[in-house]
């Protein structure tokens, strides 16, 4: 890329509009200042040939003649049925871009020498834009004239006419230097409360994050202090000025005191008379210019609300022309964190890959969501901007960085090797993100890491998306694979990653089919031999490949969301066959050995996506309504993760779940973080041992020792302790001897059907 064309995005892309709005706000007509605007646009973009084309005639030409102009060939270029034009024997790369408004027309480029880049495109989309605007306010000015030329009323009132041209001239310049809105505002203010003699003068834009409010932005002959107190006021209490933002019309009060909408802060300050019209943007209200008189009347004739409206519509063009810029920039660079957008990043990716090699970084945050909304939106904007930071520290001058929105973000690695040769970068990122971040004074410092794919292509082997789809392949494996860690893309990843969109399809099946079935697991205690309870596990039972246990679909069901329709499932038929099994125990004519049996209960697996769901502690409500289980029979299980990345919410919805009369587990406990902290802050009932520790508790003593702490710990809190895994007599020993309450596994009884399950529990 030339440095002419990197550089467009940037200070350039600004100093040509710059130019090109002053070229055009400096010609005196119409025809004058397309001219000059086909011309500055041909240098602006190193163009052999320009034309402006109004209402499908050509008005002005540069490097060629209007009659020469192939008016069905730039119709062809619209539609973009072609991308070049022959004029004159010569064939031209075109560029077009429209122009809105009445009449509306296209600013057309041609160049011989080579095709114009997506920058350039989209500076001449800006030229085209600041024409519209500029001719829009030639147009205002010349109704001004020919609005005074032809009223005989408006005679006597040529010299303060022409005194409004020099006026708007001066707003006109102070918009072409690209002065700040601020700036433009004062000028207008002073400039319209001198020209119409009145004694105040103020402009009132809404607060662009409420629209339903207003405040008063610039003034003159308004003391500091008033102006402090009309800040975010309701439209409806803003008085004259407020009523025509509401209405989008011209407002007139000649006797203020007398009027119903007064604001007492201005009437304190006996003003008579006022008048109001709104200031557009895009052809949208957005504020109101406002003057008015103090302790005398004024009838606001004709030329008095035409300048008005005449210096409301410069207040709507700069601030048009203000966001257009602001969008421009935008469309280039991330406006939080200043690196380039996903548009730039994929435009700079197609150049290179059609001229060398290069790889990719796609970078995802791993727990930015905990951080987001444990410390707030704020907070984790710092995170963004800090992260973009050290993400740059880490690259060489040639690299490319860019947010592609939320908490993801890519690098482009021109004139790499192969994916080895990235993955250095791509490793100095991963330990610069694992170090703290100070986000808040008060809240210490906060930690997190990334998962970063790395892909690589050579010259015109693959596509921008194409290889952006293998990078995030890779980061992908690299969330899957723990996290916090570099994945380099290989092909197999496209193989498993259609394996998945396949099983998604087939799960997605199978929760309308009704394909899922349950196995129960009796829940022993260990003293009595006595079945106290039951785990609720899942089965999918695929009509091609046959039972696919959950470690193999529930991951799967979380990532898409499919969890919450098929954990409701669960949750219901678990909840309504453990009731029928309470019912039967408790039949007075059941044999005596069953009758004198306490109720089950039934514990179910709740996951983090589940508990995402504001509606669950209802969900939960009605089926145990719906069900008839009594709420202290079901137990719901948590994993100790779901305990460290928790929001507040998450905290609320168990508490609620708590309420209700449920118990809560936390399962495979002492395997993640466990947490004296996370015993304490949650409404936590029972802790479940994990197997690996009942595996080892006979032949290891440090896991023995682990195990009997785990159970001394649960009954200090006054917990229930669930041993799982138990598979011979020696483990179920040393777990009963070291007072274990409650323990499940293949020693007892594998998870069973529930037919199976019934002839347990009512044998014949």
Same mark, same amino acid.
């Given at each position: 890329?030339?440095?002419?064309?990197?550089?467009?995005?940037?200070?350039?892309?600004?100093?040509?509009?710059?130019?090109?709005?002053?070229?055009?706000?400096?010609?005196?007509?119409?025809?004058?200042?397309?001219?000059?605007?086909?011309?500055?646009?041909?240098?602006?973009l190193d163009a052999d040939i320009a034309m402006l084309m109004m209402d499908d005639g050509v008005v002005a030409a540069y490097g060629v003649t209007v009659e020469d102009v192939p008016a069905y060939a730039i119709s062809e270029v619209v539609a973009g049925r072609r991308s070049a034009l022959e004029v004159g024997g010569r064939r031209y790369a075109a560029a077009v871009a429209t122009i809105d408004g009445d009449p509306a027309g296209l600013l057309v480029l041609g160049r011989e020498s080579a095709p114009f880049t997506a920058e350039e495109i989209c500076l001449l989309r800006g030229l085209a834009r600041v024409l519209e605007l500029s001719l829009r306010a030639l147009q205002t000015t010349e109704s001004e004239r020919?609005?005074?030329?032809?009223?005989?009323?408006?005679?006597?009132?040529?010299?303060?006419?022409?005194?409004?041209?020099?006026?708007?001239?001066?707003?006109?310049?102070?918009?072409?230097?690209?002065?700040?809105?601020?700036?433009?505002?004062?000028?207008?203010?002073?400039?319209?409360?001198?020209?119409?003699?009145?004694?105040?003068?103020?402009?009132?834009?809404?607060?662009?994050?409420?629209?339903?409010?207003?405040?008063?932005?610039?003034?003159?002959?308004?003391?500091?202090?008033?102006?402090?107190?009309?800040?975010?006021?309701?439209?409806?209490?803003?008085?004259?000025?407020?009523?025509?933002?509401?209405?989008?019309?011209?407002?007139?009060?000649?006797?203020?005191?007398?009027?119903?909408?007064?604001?007492?802060?201005?009437?304190?300050?006996?003003?008579?008379?006022?008048?109001?019209?709104?200031?557009?943007?895009?052809?949208?209200?957005?504020?109101?210019?406002?003057?008015?008189?103090?302790?005398?009347?004024?009838?606001?004739?004709?030329?008095?609300?035409?300048?008005?409206?005449?210096?409301?519509?410069?207040?709507?063009?700069?601030?048009?022309?203000?966001?257009?810029?602001?969008?421009?920039?935008?469309?280039?660079?991330?406006?939080?964190?200043?690196?380039?957008?996903?548009?730039?990043?994929?435009?700079?990716?197609?150049?290179?890959?059609?001229?060398?090699?290069?790889?990719?970084?796609?970078?995802?945050?791993?727990?930015?969501?905990?951080?987001?909304?444990?410390?707030?939106?704020?907070?984790?904007?710092?995170?963004?901007?800090?992260?973009?930071?050290?993400?740059?520290?880490?690259?060489?001058?040639?690299?490319?960085?860019?947010?592609?929105?939320?908490?993801?973000?890519?690098?482009? $690695?021109?004139? +790499?090797?192969? &994916? /080895? %040769?990235?993955?250095? *970068?791509?490793?100095?990122?991963?330990?610069? #993100? !694992? @170090?703290?971040?100070?986000?808040?004074?008060?809240?210490?410092?906060?930690?997190?890491?990334?998962?970063?794919?790395?892909?690589?292509?050579?010259?015109?082997?693959?596509?921008?998306?194409?290889?952006?789809?293998?990078?995030?392949?890779?980061?992908?494996?690299?969330?899957?694979?723990?996290?916090?860690?570099?994945?380099?893309?290989?092909?197999?990843?496209?193989?498993?990653?259609?394996?998945?969109?396949?099983?998604?399809?087939?799960?997605?099946?199978?929760?309308?089919?009704?394909?899922?079935?349950?196995?129960?697991?009796?829940?022993?205690?260990?003293?009595?031999?006595?079945?106290?309870?039951?785990?609720?596990?899942?089965?999918?039972?695929?009509?091609?490949?046959?039972?696919?246990?959950? $470690?193999?679909? +529930?991951?799967? &069901? /979380? %990532?898409?969301?499919? *969890?919450?329709?098929?954990?409701?499932?669960? #949750? !219901? @038929?678990?909840?309504?066959?453990?009731?029928?099994?309470?019912?039967?125990?408790?039949?007075?004519?059941?044999?005596?050995?069953?009758?004198?049996?306490?109720?089950?209960?039934?514990?179910?697996?709740?996951?983090?996506?589940?508990?995402?769901?504001?509606?669950?502690?209802?969900?939960?409500?009605?089926?145990?309504?719906?069900?008839?289980?009594?709420?202290?029979?079901?137990?719901?299980?948590?994993?100790?993760?779901?305990?460290?990345?928790?929001?507040?919410?998450?905290?609320?919805?168990?508490?609620?779940?708590?309420?209700?009369?449920?118990?809560?587990?936390?399962?495979?406990?002492?395997?993640?973080?466990?947490?004296?902290?996370?015993?304490?802050?949650?409404?936590?009932?029972?802790?479940?041992?994990?197997?690996?520790?009942?595996?080892?508790?006979?032949?290891?003593?440090?896991?023995?020792?682990?195990?009997?702490?785990?159970?001394?710990?649960?009954?200090?809190?006054?917990?229930?302790?669930?041993?799982?895994?138990?598979?011979?007599?020696?483990?179920?020993?040393?777990?009963?001897?070291?007072?274990?309450?409650?323990?499940?596994?293949?020693?007892?009884?594998?998870?069973?059907?529930?037919?199976?399950?019934?002839?347990?529990?009512?044998?014949?």
């Amino acid at each position: 890329m030339t440095a002419r064309a990197a550089d467009l995005p940037g200070v350039l892309a600004t100093q040509q509009l710059t130019e090109f709005l002053s070229v055009v706000a400096d010609r005196p007509g119409g025809p004058a200042a397309q001219h000059a605007a086909v011309e500055c646009a041909a240098r602006a973009l190193d163009a052999d040939i320009a034309m402006l084309m109004m209402d499908d005639g050509v008005v002005a030409a540069y490097g060629v003649t209007v009659e020469d102009v192939p008016a069905y060939a730039i119709s062809e270029v619209v539609a973009g049925r072609r991308s070049a034009l022959e004029v004159g024997g010569r064939r031209y790369a075109a560029a077009v871009a429209t122009i809105d408004g009445d009449p509306a027309g296209l600013l057309v480029l041609g160049r011989e020498s080579a095709p114009f880049t997506a920058e350039e495109i989209c500076l001449l989309r800006g030229l085209a834009r600041v024409l519209e605007l500029s001719l829009r306010a030639l147009q205002t000015t010349e109704s001004e004239r020919r609005y005074a030329r032809e009223n005989d009323r408006l005679l006597d009132f040529l010299n303060q006419r022409q005194r409004l041209f020099e006026h708007l001239t001066e707003v006109q310049r102070a918009i072409a230097r690209r002065a700040p809105l601020d700036q433009i505002f004062d000028t207008v203010t002073v400039s319209l409360r001198g020209l119409l003699d009145v004694d105040m003068c103020c402009l009132n834009l809404l607060d662009r994050d409420d629209p339903s409010r207003a405040s008063m932005t610039a003034f003159a002959g308004v003391r500091a202090e008033t102006a402090m107190r009309l800040q975010h006021l309701p439209l409806p209490t803003a008085g004259v000025s407020g009523l025509a933002i509401l209405g989008d019309e011209l407002m007139m009060v000649t006797d203020y005191a007398a009027s119903p909408i007064a604001m007492p802060s201005m009437s304190a300050h006996r003003l008579a008379s006022v008048m109001a019209t709104p200031v557009h943007e895009n052809g949208v209200v957005v504020g109101s210019l406002t003057v008015g008189t103090y302790g005398r009347t004024r009838e606001w004739d004709k030329p008095a609300q035409e300048v008005l409206k005449a210096y409301a519509e410069h207040v709507s063009l700069a601030l048009t022309d203000a966001r257009t810029l602001e969008a421009m920039n935008q469309a280039f660079h991330d406006s939080l964190t200043g690196l380039a957008s996903r548009a730039l990043f994929l435009t700079r990716m197609e150049e290179q890959l059609a001229a060398g090699s290069l790889a990719v970084l796609f970078v995802d945050l791993d727990r930015f969501k905990v951080i987001n909304d444990s410390l707030g939106h704020a907070a984790g904007d710092r995170l963004l901007v800090e992260v973009a930071d050290r993400i740059r520290a880490c690259l060489r001058d040639q690299d490319t960085a860019a947010r592609l929105g939320g908490d993801e973000f890519a690098v482009l $690695l021109p004139g +790499i090797g192969g &994916a /080895e %040769e990235a993955k250095p *970068i791509a490793d100095r990122i991963l330990q610069a #993100l !694992r @170090e703290p971040f100070q986000l808040q004074p008060a809240a210490g410092e906060s930690y997190i890491s990334s998962s970063i794919g790395v892909a690589f292509s050579g010259a015109a082997e693959h596509g921008a998306q194409e290889l952006m789809v293998h990078a995030d392949l890779a980061m992908y494996q690299a969330k899957k694979q723990g996290k916090d860690r570099v994945e380099l893309f290989a092909p197999e990843m496209e193989e498993v990653f259609q394996a998945t969109i396949a099983m998604e399809t087939d799960l997605r099946r199978a929760v309308v089919r009704h394909e899922f079935e349950l196995r129960y697991q009796p829940i022993v205690h260990l003293r009595t031999r006595e079945i106290t309870g039951v785990e609720a596990l899942i089965r999918w039972r695929h009509p091609e490949v046959g039972v696919i246990p959950p $470690l193999d679909f +529930i991951p799967l &069901a /979380e %990532e898409t969301g499919m *969890i919450v329709p098929i954990g409701e499932w669960v #949750l !219901r @038929e678990a909840c309504a066959r453990v009731a029928e099994w309470n019912e039967r125990r408790s039949d007075p004519s059941a044999t005596p050995r069953t009758a004198t049996r306490g109720p089950l209960s039934v514990s179910v697996n709740i996951s983090a996506v589940q508990l995402e769901q504001a509606d669950l502690p209802d969900m939960v409500r009605a089926i145990l309504d719906e069900t008839g289980l009594p709420p202290y029979s079901l137990v719901l299980e948590l994993t100790e993760s779901l305990m460290v990345d928790h929001r507040p919410e998450t905290l609320h919805r168990l508490e609620a779940l708590k309420a209700l009369g449920c118990r809560l587990a936390i399962d495979d406990f002492g395997t993640g973080y466990s947490s004296l902290a996370y015993l304490r802050q949650f409404p936590v009932d029972i802790i479940k041992i994990d197997k690996s520790f009942v595996d080892d508790v006979v032949d290891e003593p440090t896991a023995a020792a682990l195990t009997l702490g785990i159970i001394q710990l649960g009954q200090a809190l006054q917990l229930s302790t669930i041993a799982e895994g138990i598979e011979h007599a020696g483990q179920l020993s040393s777990l009963a001897g070291g007072n274990c309450e409650l323990g499940q596994g293949y020693f007892f009884a594998e998870p069973l059907t529930g037919a199976a399950l019934n002839e347990l529990l009512f044998p014949a």
